[in-house]
């Protein structure tokens, strides 16, 4: 099952996958019955890093902050075609598999899936940075789930409302604003391309807006309530996930950002017509600003209480990956995306 992930420079993507996999490691044997474990140790060895340096410090009170993602470098692998290079992304590799007391343990062929999840600069997405020796975002077209990270500290209209509730040195300091829709526009383009899609064809395959830094913005969604959702089965030790609960935070999400970014909202669906919108937060605390240079320096790991992070991905198993994850809904089952064509 192939999952992209994209986003802006800073858009707190790399804090965001670091938290989600440590999560997910802990979430889904003992809510799921299920492994979620490095398929390859080798190319998940950065991720890994960065989980060590924030979950597992043995200085919980130094502060860390982690390396931002490079469009070079150990990420990636060069390959010789005659006398040309290209260069490609090289993904992280997780296998899910039930475990012995999952009622499908018996038949961990039909239940068990290798995730393969990329990861980008958010440098990559500008112009003119994809081409045929370096095609470092074509996974694009051929992901069953896009997610996009949208950051709305970077977004001045955001950044504004958020300060009347929130001392966050992201909000209150002279941070960069980016035009996250721009940026999208180009993610849009490069998929319609590579997958031979009509500009006015939507694409078929679900899109995830993860609203990042929730622990900054949440007054603007009236403290929203944001407990584990999923709940027991009845008769059996797994967990559902409630998915009417993730749905009815998505709407609420929506209508923020409709409210501030109407742009971003809009370049979405017309983009997809199975758009969800999942608010998260890596940290779940503020950073640490250095007081001699009054720059951001990072993460105390004794601070990190991390919001949902693991709830994008288990959705995209629940609903889109043949019923890998069980969950409650009122509605059809949209059933597995796997084979059907970008």
């Known amino acids: 099952m192939f999952v992209s992930i994209a986003g802006t420079p800073s858009c707190g993507k790399t804090y965001f996958l670091a938290s989600m996999t440590w999560r997910l490691r802990h979430v889904f044997p003992k809510h799921f019955a299920m492994t979620f474990s490095d398929a390859d140790p080798v190319s998940n060895l950065q991720l890994n890093e960065y989980e060590n340096q924030q979950f597992f410090n043995p200085n919980p009170d130094e502060v860390v902050k982690l390396a931002k993602t490079q469009e070079h470098g150990e990420l990636y692998d060069t390959v010789m075609f005659g006398e040309k290079l290209v260069e490609y992304p090289r993904p992280f590799l997780f296998a899910i598999r039930p475990n012995a007391h999952h009622p499908n343990a018996g ?24 081409d045929a020796s370096s095609p ?23 950044r504004q409302e958020c300060r009347s509730a929130s001392q966050d040195p992201q909000v209150v300091g002279g941070l960069e604003t980016r035009r996250q829709e721009a940026v999208f526009h180009e993610l849009v383009d490069r998929v319609r391309r590579h997958a031979g899609l009509h500009q006015n064809e939507k694409h078929r395959r679900p899109l995830v807006v993860i609203v990042t830094k929730y622990d900054v913005w949440k007054p603007m969604l009236g403290e929203c309530d944001l407990p ?50 999942i608010p998260v937060s890596a ?20 601070d990190i209480n991390p919001i949902w992070t693991e709830v994008p991905l288990l959705l995209a198993l629940a609903k889109w990956g043949a019923g890998m994850v069980p969950y409650k809904t009122g509605k059809k089952p949209e059933g597995d995306i796997e084979g059907r064509s970008a």
Not at 264 to 276: G, Y
Not at 283 to 302: A, F, H, K, L, N
Request: aromatic content about 8%; proline content about 9%.
């Open 107 to 130: 038949q961990g062929g039909k239940t068990s899936r290798l995730l393969c999840l990329y990861d980008n600069a958010g440098e990559s997405y500008e112009p003119g940075r994809d």
């Open 228 to 277: 584990d959702p999923w709940l027991p089965v009845p008769g059996s030790a797994l967990s559902g996930l409630d998915v009417p609960r993730i749905e009815g935070v998505s709407d609420q999400v929506r209508e923020l950002l409709w409210r501030f970014t109407p742009e971003m909202v809009s370049a979405a669906e017309a983009f997809s017509d199975r758009v969800t919108y």
């Open 136 to 158: 470092v975002t074509r996974h694009l077209a051929h992901a069953q789930v896009l997610m996009f990270c949208f950051d709305p500290t970077q977004d001045p209209r955001f």
């Open 283 to 302: 940290t779940g605390c503020s950073p640490v600003v250095d007081e001699d240079s009054g720059q951001i320096s990072g993460i105390r790991p004794r």
